[in-house]
């Protein structure tokens, strides 16, 4: 008579667990942001190939050769050098302000934002580095090298626009890329002293 009756307990409905999961999931994956790795952007050399090659004539004026031994030691133009010194000499080669026949040609263009303007378009620095050079010693060649159009690239940002490079907008940034364009050639690795 006193006996209580068991209750049952009710179940849990989770039919819909499953979409709510892949609805979550996939705001996640939209939302959020991936960091991308950015690589040194440069020309590789083309493959080997046994066709006909044409061959690009550069007069030596134009040529800023740049290299590393095996021995992590860097030449400019044969000449031992140190990162400090080929940001220098990159800035004066590339600028070649008082038009010296020993420097790279200079052409004059039309440049947006900027009028007609002297450019330095066929120069060209040339890399070659051995295969057993360490990775700081290319990454410090680089970063010279990139350090001096920097230089240039944002002095002309400061006295046309009155700002730094960094703060161009997207036309200004092409119209200081057009008067001094990134130039660099990798020539393939060389190994015992062979290119």
């Known amino acids: 008579m006193f006996r209580r009756k068991k209750r049952r307990v009710p179940g849990l409905n989770t039919t819909s667990t499953a979409d709510i999961s892949f609805m979550l999931l996939v705001f996640f994956l939209v939302t959020s942001s991936m960091d991308t790795d950015k690589g040194v952007p440069r020309q590789l050399p083309p493959p080997e190939d046994n066709t006909e090659e044409q ?26 050098i140190t990162p400090d010194a080929l940001t220098k000499r990159v800035e004066e080669f590339v600028a070649n302000t008082k038009n010296d026949p020993q420097l790279p040609e200079k052409s004059v263009r039309e440049v947006h934002l900027m009028g007609k303007c002297q450019v330095s378009d066929r120069h060209v620095i040339a890399i070659q580095v051995d295969r057993n050079t360490t990775y700081n010693a290319y990454m410090e060649m680089q970063n010279a090298i990139v350090a001096g159009y920097n230089h240039l690239r944002n002095e002309l940002a400061q006295s046309r626009f009155g700002h730094s490079y960094a703060q161009c907008n997207a036309e200004e940034h092409d119209a200081i890329n ?3 364009p990134q130039r660099i050639s990798e020539q393939q690795p060389k190994e015992g002293g062979k290119p």
């Open 55 to 80: 061959e690009l004539i550069i007069k030596d004026r134009n040529v800023l050769e740049v290299e590393i031994d095996a021995n992590d030691r860097m030449t400019c133009n044969k000449e031992d």
């Open 178 to 180: 057009m008067v001094y």
